[in-house]
């Protein structure tokens, strides 16, 4: 990648000039730092280092002007994301950054990484749960026959799915499908449901409908884990508590969740076909598409979602001690903690414990290293440099991680540092480099370099980066 079109300086000239167009006036230097991919592009833009300059206090004129101007680069992406740091001056001289990212790993918006993955394809442990068949029987309720009279009234022209189309779902789920779902699709295979009539249009008290979606629709995908999550660093510290009832299994997702329709406003509603010891088979769940993991129960049956129409979607449980911020809140079921103060902690006492797969450490925050290489289910940590150079050296970095973070250190962001990190850790599992490009319009200098310092004397990330 590092010979493509993308590392060519040319390609960036025009983005580094609209850069320094639509910096305000007297502006010295302008630095923009992102990440672009083959279908979108965002980051901060700063003016002259001023951090309280915002990308929204540009006009939409020289929004639009920017917009034009990187849209040639997200062609050369080549399908992945890349990390990128552009200065110009008022002088006109460019400097560029490119961060080639491989496919498992993320750069942040604010300039630093975000984290990186040891094991291909591997996710964080909620999203690797598979659901569990406590054989559950349907609601009393269902009534396919209702069903198929409220959805043929609210759609008179609507066409039904087949019957075969129907049985290919079930033979792909491995599992049957509710007679009253089997009984919506038969009535409509598409199109909005609206059950709510009169005063309460207006009423939010009131369940409005849903919008049917389609068996061959691609709702679905946001039920893909990485979908979900997006980031390691996201999905690493989520925790799924159980239903306080037992109807609803504690997974981040479930392959026996069906997509049955959605809210308009991107919230899912899904048939639950594997659902806790108390729960009914083909239960309604509600996935909100601004949370990361899990989903709320609704309704018994797609039957009493619909004729029954209740007005208040249950809320997942809490369990103390799932994810704490400190040390002595640690208990057997805690699976993340966060850790951070002025004052660093002992981590000795971890060693052994059962569930704990989530650990993210502010600079400075512990001490006692070793010991996590002693915690099994350990498979995330998150770190400054300086700590992970630590652990780096004394190889005492945990054998089971996954995937590792960075934490930035006093607040700020040395990303050839994170770089140089991230590489050690990622060679250590056989897994590609970080790749960094410099470019710059600046001239050569007529003189040659002075030799390089002995690497003795390096800092340790130029040593590593060479």
Do not use: K
């Not at 300086?9 to 990440?35: H, K, M, Q, S």
């Not at 050369?76 to 002088?91: F, I, K, M, Q, S």
């Not at 050839?416 to 001239?443: D, F, K, M, Y």
């Amino acid at each position: 990648m590092a010979d493509s079109p993308l590392h060519e300086l040319d390609a960036w000239l025009p983005f580094a000039e609209a850069l320094r167009r639509t910096a305000p006036d007297g502006t010295a230097e302008t630095v923009f730092t992102g990440t672009i991919s083959p279908s979108s592009w965002g980051g901060s833009t700063l003016d002259d280092g001023d951090h309280e300059a915002r990308w929204a206090d540009r006009s939409r004129e020289s929004r639009d002007l920017l917009h034009d101007a990187v849209d040639p680069l997200l062609a050369l992406t080549g399908g992945r994301e890349h990390g990128a740091r552009v200065a110009v001056t008022d002088t006109g001289e460019v400097r560029v950054r490119i961060v080639d990212i491989p496919a498992d790993a993320s750069f942040s918006m604010s300039g630093g990484l975000g984290s990186i993955v040891f094991v291909e394809g591997a996710c964080p442990e909620p999203y690797r749960r598979e659901p569990v068949d406590h054989d559950r029987p349907a609601s009393r309720d269902v009534d396919p026959g209702a069903v198929t009279a409220l959805v043929s009234a609210a759609l008179p022209d609507a066409s039904g799915a087949s019957s075969e189309a129907l049985d290919a779902v079930e033979a792909r789920l491995g599992r049957r499908l509710p007679s009253d779902v089997r009984a919506l699709y038969l009535a409509a295979g598409d199109g909005a449901l609206v059950l709510a009539t009169g005063e309460e249009v207006d009423d939010a008290e009131v369940f409005y409908g849903l919008r049917i979606a389609p068996l061959d629709s691609d709702a679905a995908r946001y039920l893909d884990p990485v979908a979900r999550y997006l980031d390691w660093s996201f999905g690493a510290t989520e925790v799924v508590a159980p239903d306080p009832g037992g109807r609803v299994q504690a997974l981040a997702v479930s392959s026996a969740w069906v997509v049955i329709g959605d809210d308009w406003g991107g919230n899912l509603y899904v048939a639950d076909l594997a659902p806790g010891p108390t729960g009914t088979y083909g239960q309604v769940l509600f996935v909100d598409h601004e949370t990361s993991a899990g989903a709320s129960w609704v309704a018994p049956s797609l039957t009493e979602l619909l004729a029954g129409r209740p007005v208040e979607v249950g809320r997942p449980g809490t369990v103390p001690g799932m994810s704490v911020h400190r040390l002595d809140d640690v208990t057997p079921s805690t699976e993340v903690l966060r850790l951070g103060g002025a004052e660093a902690v002992d981590l000795g006492p971890l060693a052994g414990h059962p569930r704990l797969r989530t650990i993210v450490v502010e600079p400075g925050a512990a001490t006692g290293l070793d010991a996590l290489a002693r915690v099994p289910a350990l498979e995330y940590l998150a770190a400054d440099t300086e700590t992970w150079r630590a652990m780096l050296d004394a190889g005492q970095v945990p054998p089971s991680l996954l995937a590792a973070g960075f934490t930035p250190s006093h607040g700020e962001v040395y990303l050839l540092g994170q770089i140089a990190v991230a590489n050690s850790l990622l060679e250590r599992w056989g897994r590609p480099r970080i790749i960094v490009t410099e470019l710059s319009t600046a001239p050569a200098p007529d003189e040659p370099a002075p030799a390089p310092a002995p690497p003795a004397r390096l800092p340790w990330w130029r040593r590593l980066l060479g």
